[in-house]
């Protein structure tokens, strides 16, 4: 590899170079070989000799090590093409959808564009403070699902305002909500999700339309004070779709 390449590659580690060129990085033969089978469009392809043979350029170790954004660096490295997803004006209004409003934390957005891929919900829509997709932390921890779900990035205070307006249902968890396992669920609507700290804002939670609540156990019990974003968005859509297999 040439110096300059080397320098582009590392650049893409900025959110900045990443818009500016519409691409992220992707590591290692499973990923890139599911990238490679999706469609998605791939610039390059770099890998140590005896991996994705035929389909990448050849580098060493000393060069990997340089381009990878990982703690350990993989086999393999792709510079892939951002996909270009165009967000409705609303959430649909005939399918389950997740909101996120402010969570920042890499391995919990990618976390939760895997369980959106496991439970089927193939549109996420973040507010602008949200973390980046396309981060390479977010990317690996979405163990191939960045390819499947789409993920909008939006005014959400704004886009949950229409989607109420449409008669779409809106649920948040609070901690003044209904205990989701007694609470009337629909198979549609948008689940929000907040920030880790602050929890959802008060511009998006107005458009509410049901408050959720999981519940610790037993009620009386002092325990934990929340739980991770993730986990909790995990533990409300494996409800929904256990309520819509019924």
Same mark, same amino acid.
């Given at each position: 590899?040439?110096?300059?390449?080397?320098?582009?590659?590392?650049?893409?580690?900025?959110?900045?170079?990443?818009? %500016?060129?519409?691409?992220? *990085?992707?590591?290692?033969?499973?990923? *890139?070989? %599911?990238?490679?089978?999706?469609?998605?469009? *791939?610039?390059?392809?770099?890998?140590? /000799?005896?991996?994705?043979?035929?389909?990448? &350029?050849?580098?060493?170790?000393?060069?990997? %090590?340089?381009?990878?954004?990982?703690?350990?660096?993989?086999?393999?490295?792709?510079? +892939? &093409?951002?996909?270009?997803?165009?967000?409705?004006?609303?959430?649909?209004?005939?399918?389950?959808?997740?909101?996120?409003?402010? +969570?920042?934390?890499?391995?919990?957005?990618?976390?939760?564009?895997?369980?959106?891929?496991?439970?089927?919900? /193939?549109?996420?829509?973040?507010?602008?403070?949200?973390?980046? $997709?396309?981060?390479?932390?977010?990317?690996?921890?979405?163990?191939?699902?960045?390819?499947?779900?789409?993920?909008?990035?939006?005014?959400?205070?704004?886009?949950?305002?229409?989607?109420?307006?449409?008669?779409?249902?809106?649920?948040?968890?609070?901690?003044?909500?209904?205990?989701?396992?007694?609470?009337?669920?629909?198979?549609?609507?948008?689940? +929000?999700?907040?920030? &880790?700290?602050?929890?959802?804002?008060? /511009? $998006?939670?107005?458009?509410?339309?049901?408050?959720?609540? *999981?519940?610790?156990?037993?009620? %009386?019990?002092?325990?934990? /004070?929340?739980?991770?974003?993730?986990?909790?968005?995990?533990?409300? $859509?494996?409800?929904?779709?256990?309520?819509?297999?019924?």
């Amino acid at each position: 590899m040439t110096k300059q390449e080397i320098q582009f590659v590392r650049s893409l580690a900025d959110k900045r170079s990443r818009d %500016e060129h519409h691409l992220f *990085i992707a590591e290692g033969d499973k990923l *890139i070989g %599911e990238i490679i089978k999706s469609g998605f469009k *791939i610039r390059n392809i770099y890998a140590l /000799e005896g991996h994705l043979a035929g389909q990448a &350029e050849v580098v060493s170790a000393k060069e990997m %090590e340089r381009i990878s954004q990982l703690k350990t660096a993989a086999s393999s490295l792709a510079v +892939v &093409e951002q996909p270009r997803h165009k967000a409705p004006a609303t959430a649909p209004a005939n399918r389950l959808s997740i909101a996120l409003d402010g +969570v920042q934390n890499p391995g919990n957005l990618g976390t939760i564009i895997r369980l959106a891929d496991w439970f089927g919900v /193939e549109d996420i829509y973040c507010s602008e403070d949200t973390a980046d $997709c396309f981060n390479p932390k977010v990317v690996q921890a979405t163990m191939g699902a960045i390819l499947r779900v789409k993920v909008h990035y939006l005014s959400l205070a704004d886009f949950l305002a229409r989607t109420a307006s449409a008669g779409t249902p809106i649920y948040g968890t609070m901690l003044d909500g209904d205990n989701i396992y007694d609470a009337k669920l629909q198979p549609n609507g948008v689940i +929000v999700m907040g920030n &880790e700290g602050k929890g959802v804002s008060d /511009e $998006c939670a107005k458009h509410f339309s049901h408050k959720l609540l *999981i519940p610790s156990y037993p009620p %009386e019990r002092q325990g934990s /004070e929340s739980l991770n974003v993730a986990m909790a968005t995990g533990i409300v $859509c494996a409800e929904f779709r256990r309520r819509a297999m019924k």
